[in-house]
């Protein structure tokens, strides 16, 4: 069974211009989440999704991010006019069900980079 | 609000050793998760053993094993006969259960383990 696939694994962007990020869940799971790492700080939650509805964006900053996860086709976290602080690595994860227990599945994260 | 922390930024261990992780957090609630997270080299994240707070066993999965102190707030992750393999960072995390089912996992910072041959 194929992981939670995320792409691009690396991306370069100049300020100003947009990232596009990509997540595929785990075949079966219908839940995504994407977390954020900052250098030497853990990850922090932006927003929870399921197919074409978020439930969560508590974690999003306001402006120039936003998430989507459409019916077909893998969950998107869009950055638009990056800055130099968006700079991290973008994680997804996936969970099959509607359960309290905590256990995502993560992939592999799409490190940004704003020059 | 929900705060982890994890006071070791950096640990070192010997191939076949016993290392303890620390961890605290604070909270007001009394039902929550807690959660030891490994993210190797290759940076994907990975559940190493998980604590459900009501539940007065502690977790253990083969090598690794927490002490859960609830009146202390206290989560540490023991590893044992330690691999090379281990070596990762190791992240504390804690989830409230929400009736909406949000899994919103709240991480500590981190702790940087090496094992030595």
């Known amino acids: 069974n194929a992981g939670v696939m995320q792409n691009p694994r690396h991306l370069v962007r100049r300020r100003g211009q947009e990232a596009r990020l990509r997540c595929s869940p785990m075949?079966?799971?219908?839940?995504v989440y994407w977390y954020r790492q900052l250098p030497e700080e853990g990850l922090k939650f932006m927003v929870y999704l399921q197919k074409e509805n978020i439930i969560d964006e508590s974690g999003m900053p306001k402006e120039r991010f936003s998430a989507e996860f459409p019916k077909e086709g893998p969950s998107i976290l869009r950055i638009q006019q990056v800055v130099r602080g968006d700079s991290a690595a973008y994680f997804c994860?996936?969970?099959?069900?509607?359960?309290?227990?905590?256990?995502?599945?993560f992939g592999e994260g799409s490190r940004l980079t704003v020059l | 609000a929900q705060t982890v922390t994890q006071s070791q930024p950096e640990m070192s261990v010997q191939e076949a050793e016993t290392v303890t992780l620390s961890c605290t957090y604070d909270?007001?609630?009394?039902?929550?998760?807690l959660f030891w997270y490994k993210q190797p080299p290759s940076r994907q994240m990975i559940l190493v053993i998980r604590?459900?707070?009501?539940?007065?066993q502690n977790a253990t999965e083969n090598r690794f094993s927490v002490n859960f102190q609830k009146a202390a707030k206290s989560f540490s992750l023991k590893i044992s006969d330690s691999q090379l393999g281990d070596t990762a960072m190791y992240f504390c995390a804690f989830m409230k259960p929400y009736g909406g089912a949000t899994n919103k996992l709240i991480f500590g910072t981190g702790t940087l383990l090496a094992v030595q041959p």
């Open positions: 909270t007001s609630e009394n039902n929550y998760y």
């Open positions: 075949k079966g799971h219908s839940h």
């Open positions: 604590q459900e707070a009501y539940k007065q």
């Open positions: 994860a996936s969970s099959p069900v509607r359960e309290n227990t905590g256990e995502l599945f």
